[in-house]
């Protein structure tokens, strides 16, 4: 099933969107974390980041805008990343809310702290910051949504 809003289309990923996605993963990552050292960083990250979970593309007019991964049994949104050339335009909540369909229960992810613009744009759809963490990037919030 794909969405369509405002021209973005909000679909499931295919095979041939990988090289696009290995590209965006890469440069989003660049963008969102800057104080991270990317200098190990490689295309192929993005193959390992998403193995075995669903994908959703936002496209519009044929060109690629971002996309979220899900691991599916876990209810747990794991990556959405959006060309910072298309922020701040609808593309992330769009592909929110399509992750948010796909819970079957509580939905959960894990933010970087320092990552303040994204936990701000999870708070403003209704994720809640449960607990803190730490990891290899850093300490982290995870953050739960419940369906209404």
């Known amino acids: 099933m ?4 405002n021209k973005i289309l909000i679909r499931p990923g295919q095979e041939s969107d990988r090289p696009f996605l290995r590209t ?7 963008d969102a974390w800057p104080w991270l050292d990317d200098a190990e960083w490689q295309l192929e990250d993005f193959d390992a980041a998403t193995r075995d979970e669903a994908i959703w ?4 007019d044929g060109h690629r805008l971002g996309f979220a991964s899900i691991w599916s049994n876990d209810n747990f949104l794991h990556n959405l990343f959006v060309d910072p050339g298309y922020q701040n335009v609808g593309v992330g909540r769009l592909l929110l809310e399509q992750a948010q369909k796909t819970f079957t229960g509580t939905g959960a992810l894990k933010c970087l702290v320092k990552n303040e613009r994204a936990v701000a744009f999870y708070q403003r759809h209704g994720w809640h910051i449960e607990s803190t963490g730490d990891s290899p990037d850093g300490e982290y919030y995870l953050m739960h949504y419940r369906k209404g």
């Open 2 to 5: 794909s969405i369509t809003v």
């Open 57 to 60: 593309v936002a496209e519009q």
């Open 24 to 30: 965006l993963y890469l440069h989003a990552r660049r």
